[in-house]
């Protein structure tokens, strides 16, 4: 079945007139391109894929994974390329925004051996609707597009990845060209410490939101005047479509956010994809994340550097050396004699979690006064790769890489009595919550309380907006 032009784009939840209401119709005429390049790759058009990374990602506690692959195609590049030469803040500003595509493929549907096949070169393939006939010979892997132009959208298919058909040359060149990690440069800490010194101004965190969003991470840390946004996800598995209003309570508070500045923990879409439902300013505000690339890394999506690229340009990308021996990169003074400290990861752990997430920034706030205990944002940092903080007394913790299976060992050292651990976690196809049940158990151990963002029975899994944590007060609430 041919999906036709502009299906999609007149059936989205936020209509173009409001969209162009609020800034304008270039950045409309954006969002209509990009409709048109996505119903081009639904309709069989010729693209090239590349595996994100080189090791699996754990996406359910009972087991499943998958890999991400960037998707482009000839108009992609095209695009691209006109857009990425535009070096006005102002013209950007008026008529672009960054969009996301790319094909996810689940190991229990495909053979792990046809995805190694592809290794990290570039590949030419199409995808193929489900309810058409493959005639063509190449490796045939089962999974799901994911399209973001705000809104997002998914569609179950096919990707045909013709692995003997030569990419031409300068194709290739064209890739390499465009889309290089190592052209970003890399910014100071003492300029990162003077940026998140002016954006919270010595605030107090009154509350943290963290967002009911499934499978990704969007933290909120609200002062009295000033707000600081760590990571802007989303889960991949339930992108709001045609009929499928999943987590809309949270997308509707994202595209209200406004904060100071943005910490990203690093640059896995599920920590970045929210940006596309967010208002066109908060990409005028400072966005501070690890290097795309470190000298054990040297690889990033298209995705992420397509989103760099543009707060590059805009003056407003600030990136962590990943290799940097100092891992304490900013200590934040807040009222109240606490702080807060932005930490990098060390990249130290066996377990098959990626190098990108064992390198990620970690928010750690803290009573000088140790009259409160700490709350800790992990992000997708791993327990062996976190600097020396476990041992303090830990009030809440936002627990690291959705509660997914790691080494626990550092999580041992962490004393009993803590409040809450929150997981941002969906659940599989059996309707089982999605966690590690060995992690869960430690957890268990140390804290009074192990909630999940969309706990709230009998009600569903979306009734909650966020899971808010009050430090001050020593609770938390599921936020409606």
């Keep these: 079945m041919k999906i036709q032009p502009e299906q999609i784009y007149r059936t989205m939840p936020f209509q173009t007139r409001k969209y162009e209401k609020t800034y304008g119709k270039e950045l409309a005429s954006h969002?209509?391109?990009?409709?048109?390049?996505?119903?081009?790759?639904?309709?069989?058009?010729?693209?090239?894929?590349n595996v994100e990374q080189n090791t699996l990602e754990?996406?359910?506690?009972?087991?499943?994974?998958?890999?991400?692959?960037?998707?482009?195609?000839?108009?992609i590049l095209s695009y691209?390329?006109?857009?990425?030469?535009?070096?006005?803040?102002?013209?950007?500003?008026?008529?672009?925004?960054?969009?996301?595509?790319?094909?996810?493929?689940?190991?229990?549907?495909?053979?792990?051996?046809?995805?190694?096949?592809l290794e990290e070169s570039w590949h030419e393939a199409k995808f193929i609707n489900n309810e058409e006939t493959v005639v063509e010979e190449g490796i045939l892997l089962q999974g799901t597009l994911e399209t973001s132009a705000s809104p997002i959208n998914c569609i179950e298919g096919k990707l045909l990845v013709f692995q003997n058909k030569a990419m031409k040359k300068e194709v290739l060149d064209k890739i390499n060209n465009t889309y290089d990690p190592y052209k970003f440069p890399k910014t100071d800490s003492k300029?990162?410490?003077?940026?998140?010194?002016?954006?919270?101004?010595?605030?107090?965190?009154?509350?943290?939101?963290?967002?009911?969003?499934?499978?990704?991470?969007?933290?909120?840390?609200?002062?009295?005047?000033?707000?600081?946004?760590?990571?802007?996800?989303?889960?991949?598995?339930?992108?709001?479509?045609?009929?499928?209003?999943?987590?809309?309570?949270?997308?509707r508070s994202i595209r209200q956010l406004r904060p100071s500045c943005v910490i990203l923990s690093h640059w896995d879409l599920d920590h970045i994809i929210g940006c596309a439902y967010a208002k066109q300013n908060i990409f005028c505000k400072k966005w501070i994340a690890p290097h795309l690339v470190s000298g054990k890394d040297k690889k990033a999506s298209t995705n992420a550097i397509r989103l760099a690229h543009y707060l590059w340009v805009l003056g407003n990308l600030c990136l962590v050396d990943r290799e940097q021996?100092?891992?304490?990169?900013?200590?934040?003074?807040?009222?109240?004699?606490?702080?807060?400290?932005?930490?990098?990861?060390?990249?130290?752990?066996?377990?098959r979690i990626n190098r990108k997430n064992r390198e990620g920034l970690i928010i750690q706030i803290y009573d000088k006064n140790n009259n409160l205990g700490d709350v800790l944002l992990a992000g997708d940092v791993p327990y062996q790769s976190m600097p020396d903080i476990l041992k303090r007394n830990i009030d809440f913790m936002h627990v690291p890489h959705h509660c997914s299976k790691m080494e626990l060992a550092r999580l041992g050292v962490v004393p009993t009595g803590g409040i809450a651990a929150v997981i941002s976690t969906n659940r599989n196809k059996n309707k089982k919550i999605n966690y590690?049940?060995?992690?869960?158990?430690?957890?268990?151990?140390?804290?009074?309380?192990?909630?999940?963002?969309?706990?709230?029975?009998?009600?569903?899994?979306?009734a909650n907006l966020s899971v808010q944590i009050k430090w001050v007060k020593q609770n938390y609430s599921f936020r409606q």
């Design 31 to 49: 969002r209509k391109k990009c409709h048109t390049i996505f119903d081009n790759i639904k309709n069989g058009a010729n693209i090239y894929i």
């Design 58 to 75: 754990e996406i359910e506690g009972s087991g499943t994974q998958y890999v991400r692959m960037s998707i482009l195609s000839d108009e």
């Design 325 to 351: 021996t100092n891992k304490l990169i900013a200590t934040i003074p807040c009222r109240k004699n606490a702080e807060m400290k932005l930490w990098l990861g060390d990249g130290n752990t066996t377990t």
């Design 436 to 462: 590690d049940e060995p992690h869960h158990d430690e957890l268990e151990k140390k804290f009074r309380k192990v909630v999940n963002t969309i706990d709230n029975q009998p009600k569903d899994d979306e």
């Design 80 to 117: 691209d390329i006109e857009t990425f030469r535009v070096e006005g803040r102002e013209e950007l500003l008026n008529r672009y925004r960054p969009y996301f595509v790319s094909f996810i493929v689940p190991i229990r549907e495909n053979k792990l051996k046809s995805i190694y096949a």
């Design 191 to 251: 300029e990162i410490q003077k940026i998140l010194d002016d954006a919270w101004s010595k605030d107090f965190p009154n509350t943290i939101d963290i967002y009911n969003i499934g499978h990704g991470n969007a933290d909120y840390i609200r002062g009295a005047k000033h707000r600081i946004l760590y990571d802007i996800g989303y889960n991949y598995r339930s992108f709001p479509s045609y009929n499928n209003s999943k987590y809309l309570k949270a997308v």
